[in-house]
């Protein structure tokens, strides 16, 4: 789709962007009083197991969890989440909420599911000139996001890499990406949320929040600012303006990306490592991001994807990109790269394959400068590991204020060169953090971890369930080791700072797993839980929408 053509349809957009904050505080509307536009009364299918489609769209991309449900109601409005949703509550039938497929944990897809209302063809990406903000509906990939944003206005958000991850999922989770440490999370730039909710009665109305202080429904704006899918009801529409932007053209009100970034991917191959020069770039890594995560660090324009990956894989890959529009770029990059290897002797070398989250990006061990979004292209497609949407997977994941220990450099080497362990499609993903996410206060979205260096995630990849115990065991080991000194898990404290929603680990809330004594949400959304049970009380007081992490509302 052109750009032109899609800036004439965001002049249609339709459903409850007619309400909504101060945007429509002339008109005397309410936000709570929204009415869904019937001129986009679109319907989609209903699919029974008799249906053809109905085993492709039972699980999401983690063969792990799957489902048997009633039905799955395929939605494509407002006005038919509205009337999908009252059908299942008057039917009492369990559902999930489904955008992308790209559930670490078995929230969408398990046993206990009857409904699967999935949101994946509402995939429109806009301006609206009433909200005075760009339109994201939930199904909407996050590639085409970056695509329609930035062909169409100049302007972005600072989102993940993966290019198949649904913006549904991703935004109200927190969201974070390669621009995140230039300009925060994705939902400190979101401005609206537009959320189908059901009563205590079951009655089911469509509710337009903002953050603007006077809107009487912020509280659910701020639920769906870190606090998770699949807790509050279903959401039909984002809507993004940057906070300091003021109203006027449409390129003015969002972040833009650089015009051009520096880019580099290396492998540093496992036979140039032993477990000395091991810890050493794991300290190095560390160290930097500790030193470096500041709002104002000069280094902010600068974020890295350092893959560790298992022995059997071949090589440790590191991606990086840094704004090549910002004074001394190239040098704000090799001392980057210098800072890692430092110490160690280690020559970096061209990719041989594909890393994790990483496609197999060839001859950039020299950087090169490229379009922003062909970067964003290059390292968000052409995934065959995080992306094949038939192999089974695990994820944990950590925050880290400060470098590792030493007993966790050593867990991680113990595990990652294991004799019986011949996995290659497992690793320990380091994503740099701090900067301008470390910005904002821990209250001011419902995503709390803004106090961190860098995070982490641990992944390994199968193919077949007879094995799922194996790798089950493998990285729940792994996990309870490195954390042996704050209790099997990342206890938010001096050194560590909880855990990440979007990376969902059902593990959490098991006492069986987290033997810590500090409960799951803690780790998840530290001291905003309060405050989230009490949007959940007002916006689904029958706790209607629950999964195995789903926030429980207060008590009446």
Sequence with gaps: MSSQSMNRRSLLLTGAAVAGGSALAATGVRPAEASVNRASDEVGALITAADSRYRALTTGNNQRYE?????IKMIRSAADAERALRDAYRSGKRVSVRSGGHCFADLVCNPDVEVILDFSEMTHVGFDPRMQAFSVEPGARLLNVYEALYKGWGVTIPGGICYSVGAGGHICGGGYG????????????????????VGARGSVRTVVATRERNDPNRDLWWAHSGGGGGNFGLVTRYWFRSPNARRGRPEDLLISPPSTVLVSAADLPWDQLDERTFARLLQNFGAWHEANSAPDSPYRNLSSLFNVNSRAHGALSIFTQVDATVRGARKLLDNYLA??????????RDMSRASGE???????????????????????TNNPTITNPNSRGAHKSGYMKKNFSDQQISALYEYMTREDFTNPDTMLVLFSFGGGVNAVESDATANAQRNSAFKMTFQTFWPDRKDDAFYMDWIRGLYADFFAESRGVPLIGDQMEGCYINYADSDMADPAHNRSGMPWHTLYYKDNYPRLQRAKRRWDPGNFFRHSLSIEPTAS
């Design 339 to 348: 800072a890692l290897t430092e110490g160690t002797d280690l020559s970096p």
């Design 178 to 197: 390669l621009l995140s440490r230039a300009h925060g999370l994705v939902v400190d730039h979101l401005y609206a949320v537009e959320v189908v909710t």
């Design 67 to 71: 489902s048997a449900p009633d039905y």
């Design 358 to 380: 990483l496609p197999h990006l060839r001859r950039l061990a020299e950087p090169q400068e490229l379009p922003w979004l062909t970067a964003t292209r290059m390292v968000g």
